[in-house]
């Protein structure tokens, strides 16, 4: 049923029993709004959207790029217009919806001395706890959705217990194997836990952590682009390139050995990056020194 091959079930759980709550007859009872939050690139947003597909429900978007404009007080108007929206679009043509803020903890987080609160993302944060609290007078309370990596740098109040329903999404690695299984079909899941221990054991050594579900899942695409690098070696017609690189991924076959060599030139590309970020950084501070 899913356009997305594989939703493990205690993450469609914890977004689907939520939704029915805030439409159901004790709505008042509930959040209204669900905290997704974990580590970058382990599918939250990706997942959460393809679900809503799945079962029909208008998904409403909320950019924390609306969070500020020139005149102070017009995000939280805006927030305010695309919340009723989603309720007049229920009220009126009873089709469920739900108002989704992707990467929240960006724009209103706290995040020390990198963190700058203005007035519009004060008035933003007060609009969110002022239509989460439970009004009688609502002619329909709609369910909100908010991911983030780093729930913490949340504004406390924000996120007391009543207002949010938190959620803290990672993988196990059953879940993490099934997700693969499902992108690398020519693979069994007996090779997808060797990609995923093989890897991870690497990660571990070279960046002192495991690795996310988009690094896997991303594996792909630089097989693709050595055998487009391949080509380019030996056409200089573009079309042709083209036409070439398209009929050999119909016939191509992915290998458990190829990914995993590709995994660790990247792994290995990734920690080259951060000596070099951190060798710079110590030659800055060495050079304020003086």
């Known amino acids: 049923m899913s356009n997305y091959p594989f939703i493990p079930s205690k993450f469609s759980h914890e977004i689907l029993a939520h939704i029915v709550g805030i439409f159901s007859s004790k709505s008042n009872e509930f959040p209204l709004i669900l905290g997704i939050f974990g580590n970058p690139g382990e599918g939250k947003t990706y997942m959460c959207e393809h679900l809503l597909l799945d079962f029909h429900i208008k998904r409403y978007d909320f950019s924390v790029s609306e969070f500020e404009d020139e005149s102070s007080g017009v995000p939280a108007k805006k927030l305010r217009a695309q919340y009723d929206k989603v309720v007049q679009n229920y009220v009126e043509n009873q089709t469920y919806g739900v108002l989704m803020i992707n990467d929240i903890d960006t724009a209103i987080g706290n995040w020390g001395d990198m963190h700058q609160y203005t007035v519009n993302t004060q008035h933003i944060v007060g609009e969110l706890m002022q239509i989460s609290d439970p009004h009688y007078n609502q002619s329909k309370r709609i369910p909100i959705i908010i991911t983030g990596n780093n729930f913490s740098t949340i504004y406390m109040p924000l996120k007391r217990s009543g207002r949010i329903a938190r959620f803290y999404w990672k993988p196990e690695k059953k879940d993490l194997i099934e997700i693969l299984s499902a992108n690398y079909v020519g693979l069994s899941q007996k090779e997808i836990s060797k ?51 398209n009929n050999q991924c119909q016939d191509s076959k992915i290998s458990l050995e190829n990914l995993i060599s590709v995994g660790i030139e990247e792994v290995n590309l990734i920690a080259a990056a951060d000596e070099k970020h951190m060798g710079s950084e110590a030659k800055r501070g060495g050079h304020n020194a003086h």
């Open 195 to 245: 990609l995923v221990g093989t890897l991870n054991t690497y990660a571990e050594e070279k960046l002192n952590g495991t690795l996310p579900v988009s690094f896997f899942t991303s594996l792909k695409s630089k097989l693709y682009k050595q055998n487009i690098v391949k080509l380019l070696d030996q056409q200089t017609s573009l079309r042709k390139i083209i036409a070439l690189f």
